[in-house]
Structures are given as structure tokens and as C-alpha cells.
């Protein structure tokens, strides 16, 4: 098994507003994620999947425990680590093609380098037509593959997904979730995925982590062994989404 990502006792609390004590979010996590796989987590609401893959983006510090990327812990702005966000996060002022290629603006790279691999990106992202279109023109579905690009331009070995879907309607967000899962067996990097949804998390997974109430801890793990393309009809991909609903619903 090849070991790329390996979470080792994570604990996590935070100040409790107006008191010295502290309340607990994560408690206790361990788990190994092989390279190259599709992990998806699920749970309630506010039980720290969020504040988990803040601290994986070495964003959030651990309180107790270690998280190390093929042997070596991750550190703050750590490049090997790449984050999308539910809300896109994309500059207004800046074009498409100008918010994919920050990442290599920020490491220093010269401008008419970083702007030829961006347009690869445009291509290959299906932006083609509207690289130089802001933001606030552009759809849900767009404005996510801008911000997916502008991730994986700098080429993480690790891509943190926060809900990166949550706020699509059902159609873009199936479109966007197959288009992800193009691009994943391209470039066969590791993935991390968020979500509220455990149709999306088995759909796209080959492993689902299921978190509890907080404080969280591991309910249990379900390796989807399902081939790929999948039929979202299938029995075996419905009855493991059951197994996980019962569970949630048991937190």
C-alpha cells in the first residue's frame, strides 16, 4: 500500500467563548490515505470536517496529534497541499484566466510562462471563450472549474475539497462531480472530499469516512468497491449509501 497521507491522533478543541474552558471538535483520529485515492468524509453538521481539512492544509493547527504527507508533516502554505472551497474564493478584479494562474504568479513565475500553462488549463477545463470574463459573469459550474484550475495548476499532491459543490443546482452539480472525476483519473492525485451528501461521497469515492457528532470521532470507514464508470442505479452503490444513512442517522 502506498502511504501518502497519514492522520495520527488528531485532536482538536477551541476556546469556549467567555471561558477558560475549551470545547472539544475532534477526538482522537487516525486514518491512512493511500496516494492517488478518491477519500470522501461525511458527517453532521459542525462536527469538524471542515476544521479537519483546514488542518490538513496545515491552515489549522492540531491540538494533540500529527498529520504527515509520505512521511513529513505538513507545514503552513505547504505546496504540496492544494484547497478548494465551497465559495469558489475567486478574485472579483481578476479574469478567469488571471485567477487560475495566481498560484504561479505567487511562486514567482514569469509571467509569459504562467500565462501559457494557465491557457492549457482554459482548454482543458472547457473555459475556452471566457478566460477574460470576471467572475460575476460567469456560472456556478464555471466559476468552480476556475477555482479547481487554479488549485492544481501549482500541482499539490494532495487536493482538499471543502464542499466545492454545495451551492451548485442538481444538474451543474452532477455535471461538475463527473468532470471532477475526469480530471481525477488523469491526473490520479490524491483527493480529499467534503461533503453533506452521502449519494455524492459514494458516488465518487473509493473510500467514505464517516465522522459522528462532536466531539468526532470515527464511526467507521467503507471501502467502495465499486468499478468505475458507476450507475448511480446501482444496487451495491444504494445499499452501501443506506448502510451509511443508518449510521448518520445512529450519530
Given amino acids: 500500500m502506498a ?31 493511500e496516494s492517488g485515492q478518491f ?23 492540531a491540538s494533540e496529534g500529527q498529520i504527515l504527507l509520505n512521511g513529513d508533516a505538513i507545514t503552513d502554505n505547504d505546496r504540496r497541499v492544494g484547497l478548494v472551497f465551497q465559495e469558489f ?18 511562486n514567482g513565475v514569469p509571467k509569459a510562462e504562467r500565462r501559457e500553462e494557465a491557457l492549457k488549463y482554459v482548454r482543458e477545463f472547457g473555459l475556452e471563450g471566457f478566460e477574460n470574463t470576471f467572475p460575476k459573469m460567469l ?21 482538499l475539497m471543502d464542499e466545492p459543490f454545495g451551492s451548485l443546482d442538481s444538474k451543474s ?44 470521532r470515527i464511526m ?3 471501502d467502495v468497491e465499486i468499478s468505475r464508470p458507476r450507475d448511480r442505479a446501482n444496487p451495491a452503490l444504494l445499499e452501501m449509501r443506506e448502510r451509511i444513512f443508518g449510521l448518520c442517522a445512529r450519530a
Avoid at 44 to 60: H, M
Avoid at 139 to 159: D, Y
Fill in 89 to 106: 474564493a475567486l478574485f472579483p478584479w481578476r479574469t478567469a484566466l488571471q485567477n487560475i494562474e495566481i498560484g504561479l504568479e505567487i
Fill in 173 to 216: 452539480r452532477i455535471d461538475m462531480q463527473n468532470f471532477l472525476l475526469d480530471v481525477w483519473e488523469q491526473r490520479k492525485m490524491t483527493v480529499v472530499f467534503v461533503t453533506h451528501s452521502v449519494d455524492e461521497a459514494v458516488y465518487l469515492g473509493d473510500r467514505v469516512l464517516v465522522l459522528g457528532k462532536r466531539p468526532s
Fill in 39 to 61: 477519500f470522501s468524509i461525511v458527517g453532521p453538521s459542525g462536527c469538524g470536517k471542515t476544521t479537519l481539512l483546514r488542518i490538513i492544509a496545515g491552515l489549522e493547527k
Fill in 220 to 222: 467507521e470507514t467503507f
Fill in 139 to 159: 456560472s456556478g459550474g464555471m466559476k468552480q472549474r476556475v477555482a479547481i484550475a487554479r488549485t492544481l495548476i501549482s500541482n499539490p499532491e494532495v487536493v
Fill in 3 to 33: 502511504v501518502n497521507l497519514k492522520l495520527s491522533r488528531i485532536t482538536k478543541t477551541f476556546p469556549e467563548n467567555g471561558s477558560l474552558s475549551q470545547v472539544p471538535v475532534l477526538d482522537n483520529l487516525d486514518c491512512i490515505i
